[in-house]
């Protein structure tokens, strides 16, 4: 009977349109299901409350929040982390002593009668949030790894070979993992693992900020960071050199790409190791930002049949993503696009895409020569790092060619100088350079919890910039507050703040060999470019980020 429930609402989904087939494969439950068994929540088209929200109401079951699982006492030590984590259940004992099975998919009847055989036939199945549950299972687990970090006693350091066999074990082989998975799963963009000598220290950069998480416990520091080396395939005996490498594999549900640094330090070997999600979201222009006369101007730059358009910004900025974005908006059947970056982070299909590689003789500046034989329509250059690739690329532009490329500088119009000092003739630049997009990340106010209040004369006071960016007193802003979701920081996700700087005539004047980029700034701002502080105080007022935010990332011109 629960089986032929469970059918009716695959049924009930597909009739109303909220299943979404992955990458033309059937949903999990057809007769062609999909080898990589897709959860059932991860094939529609519904946000996670609202699969909850559907679930409920479908099998007539309890919904249960975040602030009840948090409230609960967690029964999650019976059961294994990766079994949790792959399933999405949360068991909890509410206040009244009822023993409660937070689910995400009550069509999963295996999960459940896994489940009923721990906690015993009288369990509360209740529907929850894949979300929700995930935020409950990070809570839980940390915890218990702070309580099993105290416990614990570190381990002696050992010989190269028995590093190797440690590395090669068990423990470190799970607790490695299970780092990656947490990473992943807390939408961590990078993992920091520093020894120091009161220990090691574990940091995931969330939204752009780090954040500590509890350390690897139970296991020999250099032993963590002897497997994260053999899963990049660098050599673990070196420890006086840096070494980068790369890997690919599968965390809990979540196909990623790792780049991996290793630093010597004065307390042992520090490891960054980078995320890349293979799944993430459709590249599309509107879920960048950008403001409607920018996005304008934009797609005005992309029509152009030759010429450069930069993007400029510094590391961590969202540089890639838009220039992918950009990237997915020309690929078209009609256009060959070749592409050379340092690492490939987004693949599009229908884009030839090359990763340099510096030991074999594949720069920037080899890979941009040969493309031009290649007879593309548009080119991008990962990144002007050195004159070479700056004059390769600015002789493609001039040869027919639309050339998306990156910069590191303050300001749109700052990327004209830098250009000019990269060697760049300015009549070369004055010909090719067609437009330059500065940008910056905020973090974006969690929906959840974000409060209203009124700006008063003490915040003026405590920050005089707010007057400078055109607040006035009285005026409502959101602030963060802090809950269960977005882990007490108050911010949720990011957005980017834009500057489009669109090369006229007027502007083209002033490129000299001895340009003044305030001069170009000052000119554009007084022709209508909308500054980053423009963009980011509009986004203030729409209520997605907050002015703290803005001030922390831009500078008051």
């Not at 070997?269 to 920018?294: H, N, T, Y």
């Amino acid at each position: 009977m629960a089986n032929d429930l469970s059918v009716r609402f695959v049924d009930y989904l597909r009739q109303n349109n909220h299943l979404t087939p992955i990458d033309g494969a059937a949903d999990r439950t057809g007769p062609g299901a999909d080898v990589r068994q897709l959860k059932l929540w991860e094939v529609t088209s519904l946000s996670p409350t609202e699969f909850a929200d559907e679930a409920a109401r479908f099998f007539a079951l309890g919904r249960l929040t975040l602030q009840d699982m948090t409230s609960a006492e967690p029964l999650v030590g019976s059961f294994s982390p990766r079994f949790l984590r792959e399933t999405m259940v949360y068991p909890c004992r509410a206040a009244d002593g009822t023993i409660i099975l937070a689910v995400v998919d009550p069509t999963d009847q295996a999960t459940l009668r896994a489940a009923q055989i721990v906690l015993g036939a009288g369990i509360d199945v209740k529907v929850a949030s894949s979300e929700d549950v995930a935020i409950a299972l990070n809570n839980s687990s940390s915890a218990e790894e702070v309580e099993a970090a105290d416990a614990t006693a570190a381990p002696r350091e050992d010989d190269i070979e028995s590093l190797r066999d440690l590395a090669s074990g068990a423990p470190v082989v799970r607790a490695v993992n299970d780092l990656i998975e947490k990473a992943v799963e807390l939408r961590a963009s990078d993992i920091h693992i520093e020894p120091f000598s009161a220990g090691l220290m574990v940091r995931l950069r969330i939204d752009g900020l780090l954040r500590p998480v509890a350390a690897l416990s139970g296991v020999l520091p250099q032993a963590v960071v002897s497997r994260i080396k053999i899963i990049a395939n660098l050599n673990i005996a070196e420890r006086r050199l840096p070494q980068d490498g790369a890997a690919r594999l599968r965390a809990g549900r979540t196909d990623i790409d790792i780049r991996v640094a290793i630093m010597p330090t004065q307390h042992g070997e520090s490891a960054v190791i980078r995320i890349l999600p293979k799944d993430r979201g459709l590249l599309v222009v509107e879920k960048l930002g950008f403001s409607a006369p920018d996005e304008g101007k934009l797609r005005r730059l992309l029509k152009l049949p030759h010429g450069m358009v930069v993007i400029t910004g510094p590391t961590g900025s969202g540089k890639t993503t838009t220039l992918a974005t950009i990237l997915s908006i020309l690929n078209e059947p009609s256009r060959k696009i070749l592409t050379i970056e340092d690492p490939v982070e987004y693949e599009i299909p229908g884009v030839n895409q090359s990763q340099i590689k510096p030991a074999i003789g594949l720069t920037f500046a080899t890979a941009l020569r040969s493309f031009v034989r290649q007879d593309p329509d548009v080119i991008m250059v990962g990144e002007i790092r050195d004159s070479e690739t700056a004059h390769v690329a600015v002789h493609a532009a001039l040869t027919g060619h639309l050339v998306l490329t990156t910069l590191h500088t303050e300001t749109a119009a700052a990327a004209v100088p830098r250009l000019l000092d990269l060697g760049v003739e300015g009549y070369l630049l004055r010909s090719v350079l067609r437009g330059v997009i500065a940008q910056r990340l905020v973090r974006q106010l969690c929906e959840r919890c974000k409060t209203a209040r009124p700006l008063v004369a003490a915040d003026f006071t405590e920050d005089p910039r707010l007057a400078a960016l055109g607040f006035r007193a009285e005026e409502i802003i959101q602030e963060p507050c802090g809950c269960e979701r977005c882990g007490g920081t108050g911010y949720r996700g990011r957005l980017g703040v834009f500057e489009l700087l669109e090369l006229s005539n007027e502007l083209r004047e002033l490129i000299g060999e001895r340009t003044d980029g305030l001069k170009i700034d000052t000119m554009a701002i007084r022709a209508g470019m909308t500054t980053m502080l423009d963009d980011g105080v509009a986004k203030c007022r729409a209520g997605l980020t907050s002015p703290a935010e803005i001030l922390r990332v831009a500078t008051v011109r």
